[in-house]
């Protein structure tokens, strides 16, 4: 846990391989760091440059004045061992080795021997062949591409990209991230090591997580059994056919093992199961940014009588309970609503619904013990959504999930300032139930596990 703080909340920053051709990887990172407003020391290491971004460039690591706590590697793999003991000396405490041509490739001795020397000075190794990590508490994206939006969602990913995909949607989205980190090859920091510290991080509310296997089944187990709910966990993990399977172990040289292994230790667990990589935005989405109903009755309201169908049918589907409504809350509805409204649920405000009928109508059945929470669809232009969701939720301990489609520039105005207030809105009723579904289906880890079994090689699918 501490050597990843000091990974993390490092001081100072080298990039070893950092370029002035804004082509290259090398300086795509280093322009990143710079850019993202990290306040430490930045040294970039070539030896054929000057300067590069209007910072005074070094020939070697040796050459830094001073301590470096964070190295990046972006250099050929044959000339990493060498960095790594250069590193060693500068007393480093992690080193994001981007480059390739490890395991990956089939060159297991060369990335045991950059092990063996990290192991000697006590460097955290994320990598190799991987996208590095961006911690945004420390504005620190030593990584590409460059988001800066601080969120609930800590991204931990086998693959730069569906990492990269999941911290652009959560930053277009003005809901942000408290970090992505890229595992690579993962030689030494993994999945479990990324959970046991995000678990702990107040900037983390959520862990997401994409993964193609699991290196030590029974310390992963252990683990989550540990966090005991405190802090959710999504996952995407691929290879669920036999095909996928084996496309899953080529890719990173992981083992896949048995996916209705893996089904099993999640359910027991309570880690909730993504089966793309938009489930796994929702689903950390919605852990993120909303609590636990107290139940599983929901009232839908909405605008849209045919997206009010929409979610009943996906809430059925997904054990969902849209409650009938009680004779006296039907009389206190019809007291208040135009006639024209259908008193059911869905409760149909119709297309003519102001914000105001929204929350007159949540006011009165938030009253109901029969309903646990509310599913409010704004399926037309309704403006002053927001307001009145913001006021719903400070009146009201039963949770709102929100909906809104159809809407022009009215909904892209109205969820905009709802993300911004940490607001979740999902912009189709299927997408809300199934995240609704994920926020139902969480619970606390059980203490003490039950033993499955696993392959010698201690894996989990």
């Not at 009938?324 to 297309?351: F, I, M, Q, Y």
Request: one cysteine or more; glycine letters at 10%; proline letters at 5%.
């Amino acid at each position: 846990m501490n050597s990843l703080k000091s990974v993390f909340s490092a001081r100072s920053v080298a990039v070893v391989g950092a370029s002035p051709n804004p082509e290259k990887t090398g300086h795509t990172i280093l322009k990143n760091i710079v850019e993202g407003g990290y306040q430490g020391s930045i040294y970039p290491i070539n030896p054929k440059a000057d300067t590069i971004l209007g910072l005074n460039c070094y020939p070697s690591l040796s050459a830094v004045p001073g301590d470096v706590d964070l190295v990046v590697v972006v250099v050929p793999s044959q000339a990493v061992p060498g960095v790594m003991d250069e590193a060693g000396a500068k007393s480093a405490k992690g080193a994001v080795i981007i480059s390739g041509g490890f395991r990956e490739t089939g060159n297991n001795q060369l990335e045991a021997e950059v092990l063996d020397i990290a192991a000697k000075h006590q460097i955290r190794v994320i990598g190799p062949n991987c996208q590095g990590f961006n911690y945004t508490p420390q504005k620190l994206c030593a990584s590409w591409p460059l988001v800066k939006a601080q969120g609930p969602i800590a991204v931990i990913s086998q693959s730069g990209t569906v990492g990269a995909t999941m911290e652009m949607w959560a930053e277009s989205e003005n809901i942000g991230i408290s970090a992505f980190v890229a595992l690579g090859n993962k030689s030494d920091v993994n999945e479990i090591d990324l959970i046991e510290f995000f678990a702990a991080d107040s900037n983390t509310k959520v862990i997401s997580l994409y993964i193609e296997g699991v290196k030590n089944g029974s310390r992963f187990m252990q683990t989550v059994s540990e966090i005991g709910g405190s802090t959710p966990i999504v996952v995407l993990k691929p290879g669920r056919t036999e095909k996928g399977r084996k496309a899953a172990e080529s890719h990173t040289k992981s083992i896949a093992g048995m996916d209705q292994i893996f089904d099993a230790v999640c359910k027991q667990l309570g880690i909730i199961r993504a089966n793309d990589i938009t489930e796994l935005y929702d689903y950390s989405k919605a852990l993120g940014l909303l609590k636990k109903p107290t139940g599983n009755n929901m009232l839908v309201v909405t605008s849209s009588g045919g997206s009010g169908v929409i979610a009943t049918d996906m809430a059925e589907e997904n054990g969902i309970n849209v409650i009938g409504l009680s004779d006296e809350l039907k009389r206190e509805l019809r007291a208040t609503l135009p006639d024209h409204c259908v008193v059911s649920n869905p409760l149909d405000l119709t297309g003519d619904a102001t914000a105001d009928r929204y929350k007159k109508t949540v006011q009165i059945a938030a009253k109901d013990d029969n309903v646990d929470f509310f599913l409010l669809i704004f399926g037309d232009p309704i403006p002053g959504a927001f307001e009145i969701v913001q006021e719903l939720k400070q009146e009201t301990s039963k949770e709102i999930v929100v909906c809104y489609l159809g809407g022009g520039e009215v909904e892209k105005e109205e969820v905009q300032k709802m993300h911004q207030h940490g607001i979740p809105a999902f912009p189709t009723p299927e997408r809300a139930v199934k995240a609704v579904k994920a926020l139902l289906s969480t619970k606390n880890a059980t203490k003490g596990v039950n033993n499955f079994e696993f392959s010698n090689s201690s894996r989990v699918g």
